[in-house]
């Protein structure tokens, strides 16, 4: 018999193998809802000094799986051919106020305003000019220099 500590550290060490071994051999946007689930217990344990380690390590795997998922949807933007952005692709990127990232298309600056698809933030702008609470991806630019 064990006490819930150990048990759930022995459940959070397992889910993050798991994650680990499906980030390495599938298609980590298919599997992105599937990695969140077996993830988001974890970190709601991020007030508990005991799982610091655990949370940690959490965190950094689902910045591996945004990263990941990017780089999925350059690859398919590197596929369409026709149109090349200018030739600065991370130009183009920028991220909300909580650090989601979007892209826009054409010139690349803002010429309307719109809403972020995953926390509802204000994205885009107008008249060329970018949101006060945008800014331009650092993400995406790390991604782009990378490869």
């Known amino acids: 018999i064990c006490d819930d500590t150990f048990s759930f550290r022995l459940g959070a ?33 991020e007030d508990s000094p005991v ?8 965190k950094a795997l689902k ?21 090349d952005y200018g030739g600065s692709w991370s130009a183009h990127w920028y991220e909300c106020p909580n650090g989601h ?4 298309g054409e010139c690349g600056m803002a ?10 933030e204000t994205v885009g702008g107008g008249q060329h000019r970018l949101h006060n609470t945008n800014r331009q991806s650092e993400t995406v630019r790390r991604i782009i220099d990378r490869s």
Do not use: H
């Open 13 to 45: 060490e397992i889910r993050l193998s798991l994650a680990k071994l499906y980030m390495r051999w599938c298609n980590v946007k298919e599997m992105e809802k599937e990695l969140e689930l077996l993830l988001d217990p974890i970190l709601a344990k």
């Open 51 to 58: 799982f610091s380690s655990l949370v940690k390590e959490t």
């Open 63 to 83: 910045e591996q799986i945004s990263t990941g998922a990017l780089e999925e949807v350059f690859e398919a933007m590197n596929v369409i051919d026709g149109y």
């Open 101 to 104: 990232p979007y892209f826009i």
């Open 111 to 120: 010429m309307q305003q719109s809403r972020c698809m995953e926390c509802g």
